[in-house]
């Protein structure tokens, strides 16, 4: 089997087509997702980017990996000193290297964000230009696609690609900004009196902040990203330039997936789309960021196309509501591989999801944040309990909770006027009584 795993950073799940976004902005995720099993409920159990994607392939927890933040000994990835991969922790690359498989990336993350021990999942590893910020999805897709062509003939390879497209400042042609404002209205939220409102909030990427740096500056991408967010008209800009980002992201995803029908391996090889984290668009007053433990930013798109396994399920198997984090992932991979997992992985697979079958929801999930923000968060499959840390720069508040079913932009915080309401592990964290390091998804209370 092959496995193309297609990380695209800050792709927020609800504004793609499979999560029932009004603008159609990936059609050809969308083709694909029909073919597939989409997870609801998926989220990074760190964020942001190098946190997410560490915890992703080294299967366990920032506060056991020890990468929580962007910066510092919070981006000190832990591995004991000695030779080769270690025995119960490899990194996903590893484990599926000595499975057989051969794996290749072809991605910029290991060097724009100094994270070395990314390299160690891959025995190739390509950058796609010789910059370490803003590609675009035609460049990666000139390496990616050579490199998928010169290997067609052989089997057994995990390729990674990494597209940056939705991230900030939305680098696209202007074409696509035009496309994506004619396939609808943008969001009605946050409406005009949010957005007043939010010019209380300071800090990095807040409505009158939104191009920090050292000190106030305007936009460098006026087309996509206006240079504050004060009204209707500016937040329609921001939109339609993530949009559009999104909308270039899908046109060269689909040239990926037409490549590997014109090879005439499509019907062997699996095709994994997620992304690292998510993006805030006025949630807690934060825009075009990912700075907070939030709805918007710790969860994530899954789409997993497994040939001869999701193409054969009835509709009603092709969505799973199950509360996931993405360090089940690599467990998931090994398992459907018929790979032993390693017994210091955390994560629990959810291939018999894929299988078809019913899998058991965890009762809540346990998420770390670390940049601009430290903050940890409970997420039940109706609250959000976020605790922060240290503010940072940014106007957080220390304790908050949200009923995100029924207030899924976040705007009344529930603790002022109803403690109560709050979910009973949020209240272990209130208490001081959270899940321990040892064991960041066990209850202390039971």
């Not at 991969?85 to 498989?101: A, F, I, K, S």
């Not at 398992?335 to 017994?343: G, M, N, S």
């Not at 592990?425 to 202390?444: E, I, K, L, V, Y």
């Amino acid at each position: 089997m092959r496995v193309i795993y297609v990380d695209v950073d800050t792709l927020r799940a609800d504004h793609t087509t499979p999560y029932g976004y009004h603008r159609d902005t990936t059609p050809n995720l969308a083709a694909l997702a029909e073919k597939s099993v989409v997870f609801d409920r998926y989220y990074c159990s760190d964020s942001p980017c190098l946190p997410s994607r560490t915890a992703l392939t080294s299967g366990q927890f920032g506060i056991t990996n020890g990468v929580i933040g962007h910066f510092g000994e919070a981006a000190r990835f832990r591995l004991d000193s000695g030779h080769g991969p270690h025995p119960q922790r490899p990194l996903l690359g590893q484990r599926l290297q000595q499975g057989g498989y051969y794996t290749a990336a072809v991605s910029m993350f290991a060097e724009r964000h100094r994270a070395y021990h990314f390299l160690g999942n891959f025995r190739e590893s390509i950058r796609a230009t010789d910059q370490l910020n803003d590609e675009r999805a035609d460049e990666v897709n000139a390496v990616a696609l050579d490199w998928i062509r010169r290997h067609a003939s052989e089997d057994d390879w995990y390729l990674h690609l990494t597209y940056w497209d939705p991230h900030t400042p939305y680098l696209v042609p202007t074409e696509y900004i035009e496309r994506a404002a004619a396939l609808g209205p943008p969001p009605a939220w946050p409406d005009q009196a949010t957005i007043e409102a939010h010019a209380e909030i300071y800090g990095p990427r807040s409505a009158l902040d939104l191009h920090y740096f050292v000190g106030p500056r305007d936009s460098s991408t006026p087309d996509t990203m206006p240079d504050a967010i004060r009204d209707r008209a500016d937040f329609e800009k921001l939109i339609n330039g993530f949009d559009a980002a999104i909308l270039y992201w899908d046109e060269h995803f689909g040239q990926l997936v037409r490549t590997l029908d014109e090879l005439g391996i499509a019907e062997q090889t699996a095709i994994i789309v997620s992304a690292d984290h998510g993006e805030a668009f006025g949630e807690n007053g934060q825009y075009a960021e990912h700075g907070l433990a939030s709805e918007p930013i710790q969860r994530v798109p899954l789409v997993i196309h497994w040939p001869g396994l999701t193409d054969r399920l009835p509709q009603t198997a092709r969505r799973d509501n199950s509360l996931l984090y993405n360090i089940d992932l690599a467990p998931t991979i090994c398992d459907l591989l018929d790979i032993p997992v390693p017994e210091g992985w955390q994560g629990t697979s959810f291939a018999d999801a894929i299988r078809g079958e019913e899998i058991a929801s965890r009762e809540y999930l346990v998420l770390g944040h670390g940049a601009h923000s430290y903050q940890r968060a409970v997420r039940t499959r109706d609250h959000l309990y976020i605790r922060t840390f240290h503010p940072g720069a940014f106007r957080a508040e220390w304790e908050q909770c949200f009923d995100v079913t029924n207030d899924p932009h976040l705007t009344r915080d529930l603790l002022p006027d109803s403690p109560s309401s709050v979910p009973g592990c949020a209240r272990c964290w209130q208490n001081g009584r959270g899940p321990t390091p040892a064991d960041p998804g066990r209850c202390p209370t039971r």
